[in-house]
């Protein structure tokens, strides 16, 4: 299979970061949507949508719907937040697609990612509810994290699945981790408060979580 088409994601997030550092809006009405829409039409030109991979092709279009609502006014953040939504649980059935035999990595993992997540809804919670419709939005913000963290946990089950080559397994599991990690950042900044350098992590890291689980559904499809 050949990976060429990569390159021009990598320039176009490249641009977008950039802009993102040197505060250009402008550029970003191009830039944004633009790594979406190449990684789209990647997969495509891949035929990444033959079979399971389907349900990852709907998740990166309602990723891309996700990218546009967060470019208009913050009106629209509960449309990018069931964009998002939509789009996690699209891949959640996409890497669930075969059975795996239960075992003590399975009980380690869903404790850790039931303490993470308590622990971090908790301190969003709180800076949450000191907004005007704060106890409306801690149900979708709640009902958000549940899903994004169901969709790392299926990313590590990949590790124990017989049909997800070792690469290809390595591979979704860091792009979802880099999502979460995006989206926390997301959410601190938006609720808690700023970080230094947060505006580009968020957006690094979302760029890079895309490209890595496209990455290894497409190494994957590859090997069948």
């Known amino acids: ?15 977008d970061w950039l802009a993102v550092g040197l505060n250009r809006p402008r550029w970003r009405i191009v830039t944004k949507p633009g790594v979406l829409l ?5 997969f495509t030109l891949a035929s990444g949508w033959r079979g399971d991979g389907a349900w990852f092709g709907v998740g990166l279009i309602f990723s891309l719907a996700g990218d546009i609502f967060l470019m208009m006014p913050p009106s629209f953040f509960m449309f990018s937040l069931a964009a998002f939504l939509i789009a996690h649980i ?13 075992g003590w990595e399975l009980i380690i993992t869903v404790v850790g990612f039931i303490v993470l997540g308590g622990l971090f809804y908790r301190r969003v919670r709180s800076a949450i509810l000191c907004q005007p419709k704060g106890h409306w ?19 590590m089950l990949c590790w124990l699945r017989p049909d997800w080559p070792f690469t290809a397994a390595g591979l979704v599991s860091v792009g979802a981790l880099l999502f979460y990690v995006s989206d926390s950042v997301l959410a601190f900044t938006r609720f808690c408060g700023s970080i230094r350098g947060g505006r580009l992590l968020v957006i ?21």
């Open 137 to 155: 939005i801690r149900f979708p913000v709640l009902v958000y994290l549940v899903i994004i963290s169901l969709m790392v946990f299926s990313s």
């Open 1 to 15: 299979m050949h990976w060429g088409w990569y390159a021009g994601v990598f320039a176009v997030a490249a641009a």
């Open 204 to 224: 690094v890291s979302y760029h890079m979580a895309q490209i890595f689980i496209v990455a290894g559904v497409l190494f994957r499809a590859s090997k069948i």
């Open 90 to 102: 699209a891949y959640i059935i996409g890497l669930n697609q075969s059975l795996i035999v239960p």
């Open 38 to 42: 190449l990684l789209i039409a990647g």
